[in-house]
C-alpha cells in the first residue's frame, strides 16, 4: 500500500470542531426524541455521527466522538437517567458494545477510504504517464518527419543533371544561385534570397509562393509549379517546381527547373 | 570543511539565450539538482544552481525573506545576461520559485518539483504540527527535526550512500541530518506568504510530485495545480520515487519533462483545453 493513503482526509483542526458539532446535533436530536424512544438505541444518533464524519473527515475526528458520546448516552438516556453511581446490565453493554461496533465500522471505513485513495493516485499516476507517452510519440513523430524532410533536403545538394536553380534559407541571405538563375534576378530587388526570388516571378505565382511560406502547420512542405520569365523577352519561360521544406533550424527553398516552355 | 565546500558550490553552465535558474530544496546542496542541471545544458540552457546562504547547508538560518532577496539578486544576473530565464525548484526551493514569480511576472516558466507548502508526507511525525506553538518557547534553540529513513529517496543503493555520509559526515548531497526550527519555522511562514499569493502568478507552471513522496504529500501540487492564476499548469505524478525526485528512480523522466516544458514554453507552444485552462490530454 501507499504510505501516503494514510492522509486521504482533510487536514486541519477545524475537523475536530466540526466532529463537535456533528456531536452535539446527535445529542440533540437524540433528547428531542427521548419521550418516544426512553432506554431504547441509546447511542443510534451517536453512531451515525460517527460514521459520518469518519468517513468524510478522517478516523481521529470519528474517535472523538465516540469518546465523548460514551458518557453522553450513559448518563442521559441509559437508566436510571442522568446520574453514574449504578452499574448495571444496560451499562455493560453500551459501554463494551458501543465503542466496539462503532470502532469496527470506522475501521472498515478508514481501510476503504485508504484504498479509495490508493486507487486514485494511481489512476493519475497512470493518467500522467500516458500524458508523457502521448508527449514522446508526438516529439517521436515530428523528429521522423525532420529527418525525411533533411533526407531530402539534402538530395538536392547533391545535383548531378543541373536541374536546381536555386536553394535558400527564408529570410536569410544564405542562398545558392545556379548560373542560368543568376541572369534571371535584379540584385537590387531584396536584402535576402526570398525576397530577390519572389521578385523574379510572376506576381501571381509570387503571391502564391508567399501566401504558401507565411502558412503555418505544413510540416511536410508543398511542391509548387509554377513559370519563370525571363528578362530577354525572345527567350521562353522556364516551367518550374519550387519546394519548402520545413526544418528544424528554419524553412528551406529549393527551384528546380522541369522543362522550357515556349511563349 | 573541505567535502562541505564542494558540497555548496554553485553549479554553474554557459548556454545561450535561455537561461535556468535552480533552486535546490531547504538546508541542502546544489548538488541535489546537478543532473537536471547538466541535461538543461547539454540542450542549450544557461543554467545556474547557486548556494543559497542562510538557507542552504551549513550556513545559520536567516529569514525566508532573505533568502527570496538572495534569489531574486540570482534572478536579476541572469535576466540581465539572458533573453529569458525560468525557474526550477525542489522542495522548499520551488517554494521559492512560486515566491520569486507572484513578485516577477517576466519569469518565463515555473518547473515546481516536490513542492511543499504543508509538511504532510508519512515520515513526519505527528507532532509536527505543534512545532509552531513550540518555536514560541526556548525550546526553539534546543530541538532539531532529524531527518530519517528513507531520506525522501525510494532508491536503495543511492539511500544507503547518502545514510553513510550521513552517519559519517552529518550531511551529504540532500543536505543536513538535521534541520534546525528556525529553518522549519521560516520554511512554513515562507509557505504561508505564497498560499496568499498563489492566485498573482500567471507564469506557466510544471508541477512533479511523488505520490508516495515522504515529506509532502501530493496534495501539495494539487492544491497549487488549483489555486494557481497561470494559464498553463500541467501536473504530473509519479509512483517510482519519494521526494528528492531530482536524484531518485525518476530523474531522468523528471529531467526530460522539465526541458521539454521550458522549450515549449519559449516556443510558446503550450496548449490548453478544458473548464479552467488547465492543461489536458489535448496538449500532450
Not at chain 1, 446490565?89 to 481501510?111: C, H, N, Q, R
Not at chain 1, 539534402?154 to 543541373?162: A, E
Not at chain 2, 535558474?21 to 542549450?44: F, K, W
Not at chain 2, 504530473?236 to 521550458?262: G, S
Request: charged fraction near 20%; glycine fraction near 6%; hydrophobic fraction near 45%.
Amino acid at each position: 500500500m501507499i504510505n501516503n493513503a494514510r492522509r486521504w482526509a482533510p487536514r486541519g483542526a477545524w475537523r475536530y470542531g466540526v466532529a463537535l458539532l456533528a456531536l452535539a446535533l446527535a445529542f440533540e436530536v437524540r433528547i428531542l426524541l427521548h419521550p418516544f424512544l426512553e432506554a431504547r438505541m441509546p447511542t443510534l444518533f451517536f453512531v451515525i455521527a460517527a460514521v459520518a464524519v469518519g468517513f468524510s473527515l478522517g478516523i481521529g475526528p470519528a474517535i472523538l466522538i465516540v469518546v465523548l458520546s460514551l458518557p453522553l448516552a450513559d448518563f442521559f438516556f441509559v437508566p436510571p437517567y442522568r446520574e453514574f453511581s449504578t452499574l448495571d446490565k444496560s451499562d455493560v453493554i453500551l459501554v463494551t458494545g458501543f465503542p466496539t461496533v462503532t470502532l469496527a465500522f470506522l475501521a472498515m471505513i478508514e481501510w476503504l477510504r485508504r484504498t479509495q485513495y490508493e486507487a486514485r493516485l494511481i489512476a493519475e499516476v497512470a493518467k500522467s504517464r500516458l500524458d508523457m507517452l502521448l508527449r514522446t510519440e508526438k516529439r517521436r513523430l515530428q523528429t521522423e518527419k525532420s529527418v525525411s524532410i533533411s533526407n531530402r533536403l539534402l538530395l538536392n545538394f547533391s545535383d548531378d543533371d543541373g536541374d536546381v536553380l536555386y536553394i535558400g534559407r527564408v529570410g536569410s541571405k544564405y542562398e545558392y544561385v545556379s548560373e542560368d538563375l543568376s541572369q534571371e534576378f535584379d540584385a537590387a530587388s531584396g536584402d535576402t534570397g526570398t525576397q530577390r526570388l519572389l521578385a523574379a516571378l510572376y506576381p501571381e505565382d509570387a503571391r502564391v509562393l508567399a501566401l504558401h511560406l507565411n502558412s503555418a502547420n505544413d510540416a511536410y512542405g508543398r511542391i509548387l509549379t509554377m513559370h519563370l520569365p525571363r528578362k530577354k523577352a525572345h527567350l521562353i519561360d522556364l516551367e518550374i517546381q519550387v519546394e519548402t521544406f520545413p526544418t528544424a533550424h528554419g524553412d528551406y527553398i529549393v527551384m528546380k527547373k522541369i522543362s522550357e516552355k515556349v511563349v | 570543511m573541505k567535502i562541505q565546500n564542494s558540497l555548496t558550490k554553485d553549479i554553474h553552465y554557459p548556454g545561450g539565450d535561455h537561461a535556468v535558474l535552480l533552486l535546490h530544496g531547504l538546508s541542502s546542496t546544489p548538488q541535489e539538482m546537478s543532473y537536471i542541471a547538466r541535461r538543461l545544458s547539454q540542450n542549450g540552457f544557461a543554467v545556474l544552481a547557486p548556494y543559497i546562504k542562510g538557507y542552504g547547508l551549513g550556513s545559520p538560518c536567516t529569514t525566508w525573506r532573505e533568502w527570496l532577496n538572495e534569489v531574486r539578486r540570482h534572478y536579476a544576473q541572469l535576466r540581465a545576461t539572458h533573453r529569458t530565464v525560468s525557474v526550477s525548484g525542489l522542495c522548499i526551493g520551488a517554494t521559492l520559485g512560486l515566491a520569486l514569480a507572484a513578485e516577477e511576472p517576466g519569469v518565463a516558466a515555473l518547473s515546481l518539483l516536490s513542492v511543499t507548502l504543508f509538511y504532510d508526507g508519512w515520515t513526519i511525525p505527528w507532532y509536527h504540527g505543534l512545532l509552531n506553538l513550540a518555536y514560541r518557547t526556548p525550546i526553539r534553540h534546543f530541538y532539531s527535526f532529524s531527518e530519517r529513513e528513507p531520506y525522501g529517496l525510494k532508491n536503495v543503493a543511492l539511500r544507503a550512500k547518502v545514510m553513510k555520509s550521513m552517519r559519517q559526515k552529518g550531511n551529504s548531497t540532500i543536505g543536513s541530518a538535521t534541520l534546525s526550527m528556525h529553518h522549519i519555522f521560516e520554511a512554513q511562514a515562507l509557505a504561508h506568504h505564497v498560499k496568499l499569493h498563489l492566485h498573482e502568478i500567471t507564469t506557466n507552471c510544471l508541477l512533479i510530485h511523488a505520490i508516495d513522496d515522504d515529506t509532502s504529500t501530493a496534495a501539495n501540487a494539487e492544491f497549487v495545480h488549483a489555486h494557481i492564476g497561470s494559464e498553463v499548469s500541467r501536473k504530473i505524478l509519479l509512483d517510482d520515487c519519494y521526494h528528492i525526485i531530482t536524484m531518485d528512480n525518476e530523474r531522468e523522466l523528471v529531467a526530460r519533462e522539465t526541458q521539454w516544458f521550458f522549450e515549449e514554453a519559449l516556443a510558446g507552444k503550450h496548449e490548453y483545453a478544458g473548464a479552467k485552462n488547465k492543461l489536458t490530454r489535448a496538449s500532450a
